[in-house]
């Protein structure tokens, strides 16, 4: 695999963020979406620091309710994005049946963000659910992990979590699905590019704490695409980052995954998760439509015959 994503390098000196205005609009009307949204029924903590909380929201009805694990992108920073983001976007779930549970972690400006720290707050997060499923009509056997940009490539790692060595491994939380909204499925290839899609700043090797010739078990286990097949179903919503995710969908699915793609028309980074938008409710209605079916290797929309 590794020899495979090292043709992503190159690919990703290709890549062009939306013009400056673009997408500062895009990115004003996903986080005006997200402070609309209804309070949760609970904010539950899953650990002492004050960053390790979750929000739950519940569909109407008395369940038991499929739920959403929903993780919010930002380049991994403290200072781009947090769960007040995808509150918008948890909630257009919610109408579609999903109980969410959005996560926020520690992330690069967090005391205890970066390697290991933001990874042991997802895994956290993600196993809470067993502890709180009782309480509130939760199915656990209809689980789907649902990231965007930063966040599609931790909701990745989290279903890649019963392939990596113990302690990561430890959950007794298999989700039936994964949804990775236009985010990185792995973190070498995105050197480079992280400095243009982050407000020019560098990320991933801050976030690892070294580069990939010094840290190299650290990428790897951080990386999902190095751990193929997840054996679980992937949907891929694809959008700026598209380049960068087709090599890996070809693989995923040459491992034995089911992988169904989306790529909505004329879509940018934050109007395929801001409710309200076309892009960001098709993506929903692609969500409720195939997370918790069996996977099809159903052909891509939009763009036929890529």
Known sequence: MARSWSV?????????????????????????AGARAMKPVATIAYGPDPLQVADLRLPQGRGPH??????????????????????????????RGFATWNIEYRRLGNTGGGWPGTFTDVAAATDKLVEVAPRYNLD???VTVVGHSAGAHLAL??????????????TSLRPQSVVAIDGPAALAPFIGVD?????????????????????????????????????VHQLVIEGVFADLLRPYVAAARSSGDTVDVLAPPAANHFDIVTPGTPSGEAVADFIAANALTPGRNAPRWGKPGQ
Do not use: N
Request: proline share 9%; glycine share 8%.
């Open 66 to 95: 499929p739920v959403a694990i929903v993780i919010h992108g930002g380049c991994w920073l403290a200072s781009i994005d947090d769960r007040r983001g995808t509150a918008g976007f948890a909630e257009a779930l919610g109408r």
């Open 195 to 231: 400095a243009q899609a982050c407000r020019g700043q560098s990320v991933v090797v801050p976030l690892i704490g070294g580069t990939p010739a010094q840290k190299p078990v650290e990428y790897r286990l951080a990386s999902p695409a190095d751990h193929l097949p997840l054996g």
């Open 157 to 170: 790692w989290v279903a890649s979590r019963p392939r990596l060595p113990s302690p990561w491994s430890q």
């Open 140 to 142: 656990l056997k209809r």
């Open 8 to 32: 992503l390098i190159v690919m990703a000196t290709a890549f062009t963020m939306p013009a400056t205005a673009l997408a500062q609009s895009a990115l004003d009307l996903y986080k005006a």
